[in-house]
C-alpha cells in the first residue's frame, strides 16, 4: 500500500528565507506527483503537477523536484513572504486505469513571519 | 467561474439523521470525487466517479452512499450519521486523466453530536 509522508508536520521560518519543503512516498512506481497549497477554511488550490517522466516543475517562485527511485518529492519556496503562509500537501496519482485518484500526505503548516 | 461548489458549507446533525452533501462542477469534467479530511489522518478518498455513470469505493466508503446524478453533480449521502463522520468534506473534480490537475470545492464542515 502506497504510503505519503510528509516532514516536517509544521515550519516557521522569517520572511525572505528560502525553504524545502520534503514528500517521500513508499512506492516508486507512481504516475504523477501534485503540490497542493491549502488556506485555512478553504479548499485546495494545485500548485505545480510533476509528470512522471519529469524531474521538476517550476511556477514563479516554486520549484517542485521528482526523484521516483528514491521515493522523494520536494517544494522548493524561494524569498519566502507571509502571503505563503499555508498548509502544503503533496498528492500522489495511483491506480492502473485512466483515473486519476491521488493519495495525499498530511501536510506540512508554514508560518512565515514578516 | 464557480469550479466545483459543494452545499452546505456547515451542518450540525444528531447521531442517526441522514443528509446529502451536494456538489456540482461547471468545468465538463469526467471525474468527481469526495474526500474527508481529518486531522491527523489527512485526506482520506471516501468514493470516486471516474465517469457519468459509474462509481467506485475509495479508501473509506463504509457508512456513505453516493451518486453521480449527471455530468455535473456528484453528491455524498449520510444515511445514519455517526460522531466517527464528523469531518472536512472535500468534493473535487477533474478530466480522469492522471496527469491532469484536479480541483477542489471549499469544503463542508460536517458535526454529529
Known amino acids: 500500500k502506497q504510503e505519503v509522508t510528509q516532514i516536517p508536520a509544521a515550519l516557521s521560518v522569517p520572511e525572505g528565507e528560502n525553504l524545502v519543503l520534503n514528500c517521500s512516498f513508499t512506492?516508486?512506481?507512481?504516475?504523477?506527483l501534485q503540490w497542493f497549497r491549502q488556506d485555512p477554511g478553504k479548499g485546495l488550490t494545485s500548485l505545480l503537477l510533476?509528470?512522471?517522466?519529469?524531474r521538476e516543475q517550476t511556477s514563479g517562485r516554486l520549484n517542485a523536484s521528482l526523484d521516483k527511485s528514491s521515493g522523494r518529492s520536494t517544494l522548493y519556496i524561494a524569498a519566502s513572504q507571509p502571503g505563503d503562509s499555508a498548509t502544503y500537501l503533496c498528492g500522489l496519482y495511483q491506480g492502473s486505469s485512466n483515473t486519476g485518484k491521488l493519495i495525499f500526505g498530511q501536510g506540512t503548516t508554514l508560518q512565515v513571519k514578516p | 467561474n464557480a469550479g466545483v461548489t459543494q452545499t452546505p458549507k456547515f451542518q450540525v446533525l444528531k447521531t442517526g439523521q441522514s443528509m446529502t452533501l451536494q456538489c456540482a462542477q461547471d468545468?465538463?469534467?469526467?471525474?468527481m470525487y469526495w474526500y474527508r479530511q481529518d486531522p491527523g489522518m489527512g485526506l482520506r478518498l471516501i468514493y470516486y466517479s471516474a465517469s457519468e455513470g459509474t462509481t467506485d469505493k475509495g479508501e473509506v466508503p463504509n457508512g456513505y452512499n453516493v451518486s453521480r446524478l449527471n455530468k455535473r453533480e456528484f453528491s455524498l449521502r449520510l444515511e445514519s450519521a455517526a460522531p466517527s463522520q464528523t469531518s472536512v468534506y472535500f468534493c473535487?473534480?477533474?478530466?480522469?486523466?492522471?496527469?491532469?490537475?484536479?480541483?477542489f470545492g471549499e469544503g463542508s464542515w460536517l458535526t454529529v453530536v
Open positions: 512506492d516508486s512506481a507512481i504516475y504523477n
Open positions: 473535487a473534480s477533474s478530466d480522469g486523466r492522471r496527469g491532469n490537475t484536479i480541483y
Open positions: 510533476i509528470q512522471s517522466s519529469q
Open positions: 468545468m465538463n469534467h469526467n471525474s
